[in-house]
């Protein structure tokens, strides 16, 4: 069955959908190993190469939702993809639930200052929380209010219809009232469901294999033949352009009208990669830009409190995924009179940073080793 939300005599219902994490691409603070938490850094110059490589891979990828990070370097991640997406409707909405843990006095500091802090203390690098800095418990609330409030919503705004259209937009700025004894979708956070088969990897200083030197100006000419290939197509669909997010979009950038046809745009545009996704699991297909901390925690729940298999990914459980790295699940959220939901979870894809490299030319490798990865 190819709808989104079931329903039977019991009165059980249930909504099907995609999720895709994508976390930010570089920033100059990644680079000179720099943790950022809540700074509002931008994206360097290898970042926004990183951005548009992403979105280039995704733009035949059809999203029904987008979802932010209220800080810059994701902000711009989001907009690159939202910008080279040629067949979603959806505009980008910013949640500061997504949005980087905070990292209290060691914001704006190195990783290695970070090491010498925690050695001074008597606790371990892997467990130690400077001062004034979330711990990893209240990052894993966050994820589980954002969850929550995002399945209610797609049951709430599908409770009608049986099926979905990727033009509907379901999330609204303010939250849906709560129902007197509703338990929640999520288990109550503990140290002991976040001490869950984790194993704490030590990441090494590793050299960025990619100096901005390296970096041809053809790299850039490159991205405007594409638009200006693109910018063809649209005149032989009958395409006109407008801003559908002017939040999201500069005022000199403008968006593709979404009303096209996807299978029409393939016939006409035969050499531009399809999406690297199928998505016949549901129609609501949704992409989540946000921070290392807050998708290893996404990660984290998924693993070890919905107990998904994620194979040997399990043994990583602590890496923080790379700039732009793409990690996908597919999930079922089901829900009875009794209002106990049950959620299971379906790995995709894990940290696939495929993008990033460029078989013709080793010199367009984008896949950089941060000296910071927090």
């Avoid at 352009?241 to 005022?251: E, M, N």
Wanted: charged share 20%; net charge negative.
């Amino acid at each position: 069955m190819s709808s989104t939300i079931l329903q039977n005599s019991s009165n059980i219902k249930s909504v099907r959908f995609n999720l895709t994490l994508v976390r930010h691409a570089e920033t100059h603070a990644n680079a000179e190993g720099i943790i950022q938490g809540l700074l509002d850094t931008e994206l360097s110059h290898i970042g926004c190469l990183q951005a548009k490589a992403l979105g280039r891979h995704l733009q035949w990828h059809r999203f029904s939702h987008v979802y932010s990070s209220n800080l810059k370097r994701a902000i711009e991640t989001a907009r690159q993809i939202h910008l080279f997406n040629r067949v979603s409707s959806c505009e980008i909405k910013y949640d500061s639930l997504l949005c980087e843990r905070m990292y209290g006095i060691a914001q704006g500091q190195t990783r290695q200052w970070l090491r010498e802090l925690a050695k001074e203390s008597g606790v371990s690098h892997a467990n130690f929380n400077p001062p004034g800095a979330e711990n990893t418990v209240q990052v894993r609330q966050r994820v589980v209010a954002f969850l929550r409030k995002l399945c209610d919503e797609l049951l709430q705004n599908n409770h009608v219809n049986s099926f979905v259209s990727s033009r509907v937009e379901f999330y609204g700025s303010t939250p849906l009232p709560q129902q007197d004894g509703q338990q929640s979708l999520l288990r109550s956070v503990s140290s002991e469901n976040l001490s869950c088969h984790q194993q704490i990897i030590e990441n090494s200083g590793c050299k960025r294999s990619l100096s901005t030197e390296n970096i041809s100006v053809e790299s850039i000419t490159k991205t405007n033949k594409a638009a200006a290939f693109r910018s063809s197509i649209d005149s032989a669909l009958g395409i006109s352009s407008g801003s559908s997010d002017q939040q999201s979009i500069s005022s000199s950038t403008s968006l593709l009208s979404r009303n096209s046809s996807f299978d029409k745009q393939r016939i006409i545009s035969k050499d531009l990669s399809p999406s690297p996704y199928e998505n016949n699991f549901s129609d609501l297909d949704i992409l989540i830009v946000s921070h290392g901390a807050v998708i290893r925690e996404f990660i984290k729940y998924f693993a070890c409190d919905l107990q998904a298999d994620i194979g040997q990914h399990l043994d990583t459980i602590q890496d923080i995924a790379p700039n732009t790295s793409v990690t996908r699940f597919q999930i079922t959220y089901s829900t009875g009179e009794d209002l106990n939901p049950t959620t299971t979870v379906e790995l995709v894809d894990y940290h696939n940073k495929t993008h990033l490299t460029n078989d013709n030319n080793d010199e367009y490798n984008l896949d950089v080793v941060n000296k910071c990865s927090l």
